[in-house]
């Protein structure tokens, strides 16, 4: 286990504040009883599987964003019904705000926002003071974020409203695919290793267990991942929208530009010039969409020049012959290292 990941064990156990749950007194779940844990999104889900050593629900089933997607009533019944949700926070569905407030109405319901989470690393950005922070921990257990105040540059992160507020009051936005870095999956599933522990004693020790091979797993991945990209060194690229900072900032990688800063954001027609201008000077080998975007800028981008289309995957939706967590990085990984092998 990583230093950074006994921290975050440390400080889950100490203080449960970033979760809304009932006393410590409810009644646990029966040892017949397999708590229910619904995932917001798919890479969640991986997580939660390996941790609860069984298949668990998903929300966000379908090839859409995440960011677009359009709750069913059997998914705002799952919402309610599940003794554990787990999900990143507003910024990355704020569709599910509504339904996640009132299921905290009952005691017995924990949810679990892993942008709150105590140990959890996000990249901010202050709304009007366009700064980017780099690797903050966020241990205010979900009551705010303390304000570091450093001079950054926007980078205009993908996001829609905030979870987090300074000590002002005022909103810090953050970029939110912030599964991407592997000591946020492990503060993620020792958060929830702990929660299942704690409604489930009788299978405490199958949950230590089955954390303790994750957390393993995931260090091996990491290291992998370093290995391919030095002897692999990524050619430049650009991609669809900025959904990979956590990620790059991880493995020392980063970006040449991007179309969207927001999945849903049109880029104006001076941007997209721009990057035409780019590709066609060759300043980039690849140009990465996503599968669950169809847009004909992307070929209309590389029309002209050199540059390879091929595709970035950072939720998991192209992990059909692999499954788990440690699949959506290694996927990502090779995606980028064997640019521009690989074309649409």
């Known amino acids: 286990m990583t230093n950074h990941a006994l921290k975050t064990l440390l400080l889950f156990l100490s203080s449960h504040a970033a979760f809304s749950y009932a006393d410590s007194n409810q009644t646990a779940t029966t040892p017949e009883t397999t708590p229910k844990v619904v995932s917001s999104i798919y890479p969640l889900q991986q997580i939660a599987n390996e941790i609860v050593g069984e298949p668990t629900d998903l929300i966000a089933d379908s090839y859409l964003s995440p960011h677009h997607y359009s709750l069913k009533p059997s998914d705002i019944n799952g919402l309610q019904d599940a003794d554990i949700v787990l999900w990143i926070g507003s910024a990355m569905m704020p569709q599910l705000k509504n339904t996640i407030k009132n299921r905290e109405k009952n005691e017995n319901h924990t949810t679990i926002t892993a942008s709150t989470l105590p140990g959890i690393q996000l990249i901010t950005e202050e709304k009007g003071h366009g700064h980017d922070d780099h690797g903050h921990g966020h241990d205010d257990h979900g009551h705010g974020h303390d304000d570091h105040g450093h001079g950054h540059d926007d980078h205009g992160h993908d996001h829609h409203e905030s979870d987090l507020h300074n000590k002002a009051g005022e909103p810090i936005f953050y970029d939110p695919h912030l599964w991407l870095s592997t000591e946020n999956a492990i503060t993620i599933a020792t958060a929830l290793a702990a929660e ?72 104006n027609t001076q941007h997209l010039n721009e990057i035409k201008n780019q590709l066609s000077g060759g300043a980039a080998a690849c140009l990465f969409t996503e599968p669950q975007f169809e847009s004909p800028i992307i070929k209309k981008l590389a029309e002209g020049s050199s540059v390879t289309v091929s595709i970035l995957d950072p939720v998991g939706y192209s992990s059909t012959e692999q499954t788990g967590y440690a699949a959506i990085l290694e996927n990502l990984a090779k995606a980028v290292s064997q640019c521009p092998s690989r074309e649409l």
């Open 196 to 267: 299942l522990g704690r409604i489930d004693s009788a299978h405490q020790a199958r949950y230590e267990v089955n954390l303790a091979q994750f957390i393993a797993k995931i260090n091996r991945t990491r290291e992998t991942i370093r290995t391919q990209l030095a002897a692999e060194v990524p050619k430049p690229y650009f991609i669809f929208h900025n959904a990979y900072a956590y990620f790059e900032q991880e493995f020392g990688i980063k970006n040449q530009g991007v179309i969207r800063n927001h999945s849903a954001q049109q880029a």
